[in-house]
């Protein structure tokens, strides 16, 4: 641990428990200075018998991590890092929606704090276009017979330029480098506590088409020329459209149209489209 992770208090659970509004998230809560990842920390803690909608957050994580094995960094006391014990009754396949719904929430947030995000597919959100969010969806393990899901949030919020590692100063952002504004870290949680909460009971109630709806609103990468980049192989194309399920439908040059269940989209010639 270095000198400057000890210095920064982790969010103290009586002032966030203060104005939550949210039922069940965020109600078990457990506050960090620095953990190897929150995802890690949910993990063990839903093998103990953690309920749905236990709340891990973390200043600094030494093992932070993104998709595809990439490395996450947190500024402490600046940013929100974070994981949340989910116990869907969804089928596999429905758990995948998870994360698009998840994607609704933070922009729903963010809009609450003036700002117009963006989504891009599949998870990652943008301001001015730039990545402001990351969301990590992780199988965690069954307990008492329930399968359980770590949803691992990272938000950007009060960061200067500075506070970002040069390799990705260029391509990342925060509220604070976007609008000029600082926002309060606690409050903002408490507010997407009760938004994720809405959009994953709108999951549970098997109301998909409405967490769509709110998706297609938002999305940078609908009606894009984009580059896809899967395990086994990459293709440019154009995204036609999202299924009901939450897929990717890209049409090749070919005419051919993929269904993309998971890779990276990298969006070749941005096209402008209206922010409703
Ligand atoms: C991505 O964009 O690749 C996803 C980034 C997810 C980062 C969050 S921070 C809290 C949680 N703990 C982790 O180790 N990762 C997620």
Redesign the pocket.
Known sequence: MTSKARSVQPIQPEAFWKGLKAKSFGRSFYSFSEV?????I?SQLIAKGAPEGTLVT?EA?T??????G?V?T?SQGKA????LVLKPRLSSQEIAGITLASAVAVAQTLEVFDLKPQIKWP??LLLKGK?V????TEVGPRHDNRQSV?L????NLNQGAKDFPLAIRSLATSVYRASGHRVDRVEFLQKLMANLETVYGWMNEKKFSWVLAEWRKRSVTLDQRVKVTQIAKTFEGRVVDIDPRGFLLVRRETSLTETVLSGDIEILKLKTRKHV
């Not at 093992?63 to 595809?68: A, L």
């Not at 929100?80 to 994981?83: M, N």
């Not at 969010?133 to 990590?136: A, P, T, V």
């Open positions: 190897t990842s929150t995802n890690d949910a973390a994580q093992k932070g991590r993104g998709r595809q990439r996450w947190t929100l890092a974070f994981s998870n990652d990545k969010c990351g969301i990590l770590i691992g949030i990272g938000i």
